[in-house]
C-alpha cells in the first residue's frame, strides 16, 4: 500500500511564478515530513521539513504547509527559477517507522525561463 | 567522509550473476539505510540499520537480497541470482539516528546504477 502518495507526476511553471507541489498521507502515525529534491545522477538532498505540531514551516523561497486533518501537505516554491527544475519527493516518518523515510513517487518540476 | 559515497556507481551484470554493492556512510552517523528507485518509481525502502540494533529487513524484496553493515561503518548490499527486475538505482543513506526530529534528516549518496542483462 502507498503510504505516501504524489498524485502529480509532472508540474511545469514559468520562471517568477509559484510552484505547488503536493503530498498526501494515510498514515495517521506520521508525525514528521520532509521535502528532498533530486537532479539526474545524483542523490536526493534534503529541502524543508516539517514537524506534525506545526502547520507552516519556511525557509527562504520555500514553504511547507502541512494539513492534518486532511493529511496533505504541499511545497511552495516563490519565486520558482529554473535551477528548482528536478524530481521533488515528499517524504514522513512516525513513532512506529524510527527515522525510516516513506516516500512518494515524486513529482517532476520543470520550471521554463 | 564529508558525504555518503556508494561505489560502483554504475554496474552492468549479467542475469543470474551475483552483485555486491558499497555504502560509505558518513563519519559519525548511526544510521544507514538502503532505498532503491526503479524507473519511473519512488524510493522504495529495504533495509535499515541503526548502531548494534538488530536491522530492519522489512524492505527486503526476496531472500537473493541481504546486506551487511561492519564495524557500524560500512555496508554492502549483496543481491544473488540477479534478475532483470533487479535492476535499478540503489542509494544508500544515513543519519545521525536516535529520537529527534533531526534524525530523520537522511543524506544521501549519488546511487549505484544496476543493470541486469
Known amino acids: 500500500d502507498q503510504q505516501v502518495k504524489q498524485n502529480s507526476p509532472s508540474l511545469s511553471v514559468q520562471e517568477g511564478r509559484i510552484s505547488i507541489l503536493n503530498c498526501d498521507y494515510t498514515n495517521s502515525m506520521f508525525d514528521y515530513f520532509l521535502w528532498y529534491k533530486k537532479y539526474p545522477a545524483e542523490g536526493p538532498t534534503f529541502l524543508i521539513s516539517?514537524?506534525?505540531?506545526?502547520d507552516k514551516n519556511e525557509d527562504g523561497r520555500f514553504t511547507v504547509f502541512l494539513n492534518k486533518s486532511a493529511k496533505h501537505l504541499s511545497l511552495h516554491i516563490v519565486p520558482s527559477q529554473p535551477g528548482d527544475s528536478a524530481v521533488y519527493f515528499c517524504a514522513a516518518s512516525g513513532e512506529t517507522s524510527g527515522s525510516r523515510l516513506t516516500f512518494g513517487e515524486g513529482t517532476q518540476l520543470t520550471v521554463n525561463p | 567522509g564529508a558525504g555518503v559515497s556508494q561505489s560502483p556507481s554504475n554496474k552492468v551484470t549479467e542475469k543470474g550473476k551475483d552483485v555486491e554493492l558499497r555504502c560509505d556512510p558518513i563519519?559519525?552517523?548511526?544510521?544507514l539505510y538502503w532505498y532503491r528507485q526503479s524507473l519511473g518509481q519512488g524510493l522504495e525502502f529495504l533495509i535499515y540499520?541503526?548502531?548494534?540494533?538488530?536491522?530492519?529487513k522489512s524492505g527486503l524484496p526476496s531472500d537473493r537480497f541481504s546486506a551487511e553493515r561492519t564495524g557500524g561503518s560500512v555496508s554492502t548490499l549483496t543481491i544473488q541470482r540477479t534478475q532483470q527486475e533487479d535492476s535499478a538505482v540503489y542509494l544508500c543513506a544515513s543519519s545521525f539516528g536516535g529520537t529527534s526530529s533531526g534524525a530523520n534528516v537522511l543524506t544521501f549518496g549519488a546511487g549505484s546504477r544496476l543493470t541486469v542483462l
Open positions: 563519519s559519525g552517523h548511526t544510521a
Open positions: 516539517i514537524s506534525s505540531i506545526k
Open positions: 540499520f541503526q548502531g548494534n540494533s538488530a536491522p530492519d
